[in-house]
C-alpha cells in the first residue's frame, strides 16, 4: 500500500474524457443507466457545429431527465451536449469537484435512474462501473476494489488534476472513460470516474473519481426521489 501511495503522489495523472472492458455475462444492470455524451463547438472555419471530447454519462432523475458526468468533459453551464443522440443542455458544473449535471430535452428510453449511498466506501470494499470508449459502439464494464477511501493531492503535485480530492479504486479504467457512475455492491452511486494512471495500450491500472460526500454536495438535490 506504501508503494501504491508513493506512486499515486510522484506520478502525473492523466484527465480522460469516456469509457472501457466489455459487458460480462449476466447482463451487469449499470449498463442500463449510462450512455454516451459529446458536446457541440463551434467550428470557426466551416461555420458548423461539430461533435467533440466523447465522455460517459449516468442517468439520475427519470422524471426530469438529469444526467451526471464529470465537468471537464462538458461545456459550461448552458453549453449544448448529445446524449445517445438527443440534445441536452448543461444546467450545473463545478470544475473544482468536477462534477456537472446535464439536462436532456426528451426521455432517452429503457434508462433506470441511479441511487446515491448512503455511506461512503471503505477500504477493499468492491466496486464496478462501466462506461463508453471513443470509437467504440457499446460499452466496457470493470470491476475492482476501493484502494483508498479519500486521498488529497498536494498543492502542484499534478497540475493536469481538476480536483484535489479522490477516492481512490484498484480498478481497471480505459482512456476516455471519466463521467462513468461507479457503483457498490448494492448498485449506489459512491463515485463518478475522474482519473487514471499508468495508461499503456489503452488501460490504466489505477483510476479515481469524486467523494461521496462531494457527490452530495453537488448534486443531492438533483437526483429522482
Known amino acids: 500500500m506504501r508503494r501504491l501511495l508513493a506512486s499515486l503522489v510522484i506520478a502525473s495523472f492523466l484527465l480522460l474524457p469516456t469509457s472501457s472492458t466489455q459487458a460480462a455475462s449476466p447482463y451487469p444492470a449499470i449498463l442500463d443507466s449510462i450512455a454516451p455524451i459529446q458536446h457541440l ?16 454519462a449516468g442517468f439520475i432523475n427519470q422524471q426530469k431527465r438529469y444526467w451526471l458526468t464529470a465537468a471537464h468533459c462538458v461545456g459550461p453551464v448552458g453549453n449544448k451536449e448529445v446524449i445517445n443522440g438527443f440534445e441536452g443542455i448543461v444546467i450545473a458544473s463545478d470544475l ?15 434508462r433506470k435512474a441511479l441511487k446515491l449511498a448512503s ?11 462501466a462506461g463508453f470508449s471513443l470509437g467504440y459502439p457499446y460499452a466496457f464494464y470493470f470491476e475492482g476494489t476501493v484502494a483508498l477511501p ?33 457503483l457498490n455492491e448494492d448498485g449506489r452511486l459512491v463515485s463518478v470516474m475522474q482519473i487514471g494512471y499508468g495508461m499503456q495500450g489503452g488501460f490504466g491500472v489505477v483510476s479515481g473519481g469524486a467523494t461521496l460526500k462531494q457527490l452530495k454536495g453537488f448534486a443531492a438535490d438533483y437526483f429522482g426521489r
Open 96 to 110: 473544482e469537484v468536477d462534477l456537472a449535471i446535464v439536462e436532456t430535452k426528451h426521455y432517452v428510453e429503457a
Open 119 to 129: 455511506k461512503p466506501v471503505k477500504w477493499f470494499d468492491r466496486i464496478k462501473t
Open 41 to 56: 463547438e463551434f467550428n470557426g472555419e466551416t461555420g458548423d457545429l461539430t461533435l467533440a471530447n466523447h465522455c460517459t
Open 150 to 182: 479519500s486521498f488529497t493531492f498536494p498543492d502542484g503535485v499534478a497540475p493536469k488534476l481538476t480536483s484535489r480530492t479522490y477516492t481512490i479504486f484498484d480498478m481497471p479504467i480505459a482512456g476516455r472513460q471519466s463521467g462513468s457512475p461507479i
